[in-house]
């Protein structure tokens, strides 16, 4: 069992910085996979990012490419996402998701949040002028 807490986020303007960090404790002898998803009021909780267990790959949707950047500090079971040229659509509550899973995934896995098991509460982030 791990347990996720999220911190940062909050309010920018558009083309403004922010980051999100989350921190994994508990059993944390295992690796895991890592990802954020974000959820606006009324609409469905969509992918982010994900990273791999080592840290040499990610994944990004679309539309935060180029823009948001994720990483990983295994030596502290953190995972970062640094949001630059933040937009109002990127307002949302964001939330941290791990897996567990031992098995080889293939890239599209990463993107999926019915393989992560693990969540975070949730932190807001708002932009807006």
């Known amino acids: 069992q791990v347990q996720l807490v999220e911190s940062g986020g909050g309010a920018a303007q558009p083309g403004n910085s922010l980051s999100v960090s989350c921190a994994a404790s508990?059993?944390?002898?295992?690796?895991?996979?890592m990802a954020w998803f974000r959820q606006a009021p009324g609409k469905e909780r969509e992918f982010v990012a994900a990273?791999?267990?080592?840290?040499?790959?990610?994944y990004y949707a679309d539309s935060v490419k180029g823009r948001f950047t994720i990483s990983r500090d295994n030596t502290n079971e953190t995972v970062y996402l640094q949001m630059n040229s933040l937009k109002p659509e990127d307002s949302a509550v964001y939330y941290c998701?791990?897996?567990?899973?031992?098995?080889?995934?293939?890239?599209?896995?990463?993107?999926?949040?019915?393989?992560?098991?693990?969540w975070g509460q949730g932190t807001q982030v708002t932009v807006s002028s």
């Open positions: 508990g059993r944390t002898d295992s690796r895991y996979r």
């Open positions: 990273i791999s267990r080592s840290g040499g790959r990610t």
């Open positions: 998701a791990a897996s567990s899973d031992s098995t080889t995934w293939i890239s599209s896995y990463y993107f999926q949040k019915n393989r992560y098991r693990y």
